[in-house]
């Protein structure tokens, strides 16, 4: 049996997951996000954090409980796709066992947490440098309403309840063109020291330097506040602007992506 654990319980699963660095991690165990599970409220040995649609697994997969960490997901769950990201590759047949036939592994990309290795300068050039007729502005109340309703564009703000919600405890920024936001960058999730970076474009704005322009539009504002944006990759694409940004790789991980199925999504 597993317990879903309460924000202001989750310290308790710092040392399961004290091996796994990530900006969503330290999201949900501070109790700003997400959703995490574990096998015992006082002395987990295995646990699972979930922010968005993607999930940590840590500790020990031979617990009896880890079958049902694997497969637990919120119960509000509807995207078509979980990420898991295990801290051990022990976990890796019980994720093949269990999601035969619709699960796939790949590689994501982290870097260096270096907040000193920014360079300003090079940064405010590039939020300088958008073609014409295309503006950066705040995400405010207004645009986040935009955002939401597309699917290209809603992650930028999916995590946050409302736009209430993201006035307080969001920070982004996005490209306008024509009336319309076509790129953003924003928190996905966000933690005490930081933020987790989410980029979008729209398709046909794409390769224009918009994602670079509003992502060191971000990164600035960041390091104004005290505040370091974390950077994760899901592919090369990503890591060179990544690169271009400021980021230094400190290498790749596995992660599994899980095809799902119209009756998951049922937590306890």
Known sequence: ??????????????????KMEHA???????????HAWAD???????????????????????????????????????????????????????????FKGRCYRFQRYAFHHEADGFDREK??????????????EPIDARWYGEIIKHAWSRDLCSQFASSEDYAKRGLGFCVIHNGQVVAGASSYALYDDGIEIQIDTREDHQRKGLA??????????????GLFPHWDAANMASVKLAEKLGYRLKGPYDTWGIRMEPSEGAAP
């Open 40 to 98: 015992d409220a006082q002395n987990p040995t295995c646990g699972k954090i979930m922010v968005g649609d993607i999930a940590f697994l840590a500790g020990r997969p031979i617990n009896p409980a880890a079958r049902e960490l694997v497969l637990v997901v919120p119960s509000r769950y509807r995207s078509g796709e979980m990420y898991l990201v295990p801290e051990t590759p022990e976990w890796d047949h019980l994720i093949e066992n269990l």
């Open 1 to 18: 049996m597993i317990i879903e654990m309460h924000r202001d319980k989750r310290a308790v699963l710092a040392p399961v997951f004290s």
């Open 123 to 136: 940064l405010a050039g590039l939020m300088a440098s958008l073609p014409e007729g295309y503006a950066i």
């Open 24 to 34: 969503m991690i330290q999201a949900c165990l501070q109790g700003h996000m997400g």
């Open 212 to 225: 670079a322009a509003c992502a060191a539009a971000l990164i600035l504002e960041c390091l104004k506040r």
